[in-house]
């Protein structure tokens, strides 16, 4: 079993930046970040491998970066530029060692002036 905790969610104005951390209890393999907005499917927005390979969605692509401390095994999205449209609750999922996916409690973002 592994716990995930998820930190770094607020309020921000349009064009502003937050840092969202996830620290899993455990020894994990990939990590990713979701989110949903309100009537809305729960999408992806970034993925990185232990190796340290990325890929984000279109809509995010030159504003978020996701990286990882795997000998914190943590997980950190960089959100810059932030738009309306990335009001949404944030997960972190992660796949651990036997192949499970485990997913965090959500962190709310929103951006509104």
């Known amino acids: 079993q592994v716990q995930l905790v998820e930190s770094g969610g607020g309020l921000v104005q349009p064009g502003g930046a937050l840092r969202l951390s996830c620290a899993a209890s455990g020894s994990v393999i990939s990590m990713a970040w979701y989110r949903q907005a309100p009537g809305k499917q729960r999408e992806l927005v970034a993925a990185?491998?232990?190796?340290?390979?990325?890929n984000y969605a279109d809509s995010v692509k030159g504003r978020f970066t996701i990286s990882r401390d795997n000998a914190k095994n943590s997980v950190y999205l960089q959100m810059n530029s932030l738009e309306p449209e990335d009001t949404a609750v944030y997960y972190c999922?992660?796949?651990?060692?036997?192949?499970?996916?485990?997913w965090g409690q959500g962190t709310q973002v929103t951006v509104s002036s």
């Open positions: 999922k992660v796949k651990g060692i036997w192949g499970r996916d485990y």
């Open positions: 990185i491998s232990t190796a340290g390979a990325t």
